[in-house]
């Protein structure tokens, strides 16, 4: 019993261990990835806004930066899930604000979980994209004002420029492949040629 109990732990500790250790170079793209990503979404929006109205940061795409530029092979990092999941989400959000605009709790909540269950019946799962239902039922009178166009203008828009750049960037070395599915690029580059 001791011995199992001692060969599954070991087991765990190389699999905790070989799961956390990232090659420096990784490291490296990450950081371009994700600054590159969030910088240019800020650039490009800082030219029309103040600081305080900058609308286009908004904090589910810190979070998709972190999948789309440092766990590259998450099926949930997939430009599929990336802007379906953004998307679906936000139209989720804004619809169910529209329907119920002064019970802030009830909206919030019923964004959230009607988004995970769409997502999941349309394969199109990222968790980030939880936190843009949420955001258009809780953000400022800025956010809540933009209505439909919240989904077209921060989060399509910054998704969009997120997915360009993790492509660009993910494939700029032999030892990192984004998207994972080879089928997906295929389409996408038929479709741009």
């Known amino acids: ?31 371009i990835g994700a600054f590159l990503g969030i910088g240019i979404i800020g650039l490009l929006h800082s030219k029309y806004f103040t600081a305080n109205d900058n609308l286009f940061l908004i904090g589910s795409f810190g979070a998709s930066s972190v999948l789309i530029y440092g766990i590259i092979n998450s099926p949930l990092a997939q430009p599929r899930n990336l802007i379906g999941g953004h998307v679906i989400c936000a139209l ?4 169910v604000h529209k329907l119920i605009p002064d019970e802030v709790w009830l909206s919030s909540a019923l964004s959230v979980s009607l988004s995970i269950v769409v997502m999941q019946v349309t394969k199109t799962l990222h968790p980030p994209g939880g936190a843009t239902a949420l955001i258009a039922n809780i953000g400022s009178a800025k956010i809540q004002s933009l209505g439909y166009l919240y989904v077209l203008c921060p989060v399509l828009s910054g998704a969009s420029i997120l997915l ?6 993910n494939n700029s070395t032999s030892h990192r492949t984004y998207p994972n599915n080879k089928k997906w690029y295929r389409v996408w580059y038929r479709y741009c040629r």
């Open 164 to 169: 360009l750049v993790a492509i660009i960037i």
């Open 92 to 95: 989720i959000g804004v619809t």
């Open 1 to 31: 019993m001791r011995k199992r109990i001692r060969r599954h732990l070991r087991t765990a500790k190389y699999i905790v261990y070989k799961e956390t250790l990232v090659d420096f170079k990784e490291h490296i793209w990450t950081f």
